[in-house]
């Protein structure tokens, strides 16, 4: 079911930056996806392990906010496809390790070349001051996002 912020009218959409951010995300997301031919969440599953290196799959879950489930899922239908490395834990057989395999370090180099075309094509005709000023005001409201969850946290 989609919310009402969805069904505003194109004139009324811009005037709540959270709602074109939302938007933006969405559909920058699908389209970089479809470019890769991978979902996003997997994705971004590739981008957080290269970050990370081996880790538990609990652990990954919990960094990008997924269910353990989904995440199992994942991980397993991303090694039968040898994008990425699974073991058990010898510290504790409790717990699955993962890990890039090449084959998904490659897809993270290609997602890099992908990346930097898209970026380019999205930011056709911006001017540099007005990408520096939509950085700033990003930057800012990042800012007050964190100042906000380390006062609720």
Same mark, same amino acid.
């Given at each position: ?44 599953? =590739?981008? +957080? ?9 609990? *652990? &990954?879950?919990?960094?990008? %906010?997924? #269910? ?39 897809? =993270?180099? +290609? ?9 380019? *094509? &999205?930011?056709?005709?911006? %001017?540099? #001051? ?24």
């Amino acid at each position: 079911m989609r919310s009402e912020e969805e069904h505003l009218p194109p004139e009324q959409e811009g005037k709540n930056p959270f709602v074109l951010l939302t938007h933006l995300h969405r559909d920058m997301s699908r389209t970089f996806s479809q470019q890769m031919g991978m979902s996003f969440s997997r994705l971004l599953f =590739l981008h +957080e392990l290269w970050h990370a290196g081996e880790i538990s799959q609990t *652990e &990954l879950a919990s960094r990008l %906010s997924m #269910e353990g489930t989904l995440l199992t899922r994942f991980a397993k239908q991303m090694e039968a496809a040898g994008l990425i490395i699974r073991r058990v834990d010898p510290r504790d057989n409790r717990f699955t390790l993962v890990s890039l395999a090449p084959a998904g370090q490659q897809v =993270l180099s +290609e997602m890099g070349t992908h990346a930097d075309t898209f970026e380019a *094509e &999205l930011l056709e005709g911006v %001017s540099k #001051e007005d990408l520096a000023h939509m950085m700033r005001t990003m930057k800012q409201i990042q800012n007050n996002l964190s100042r906000r969850l380390e006062h609720n946290g």
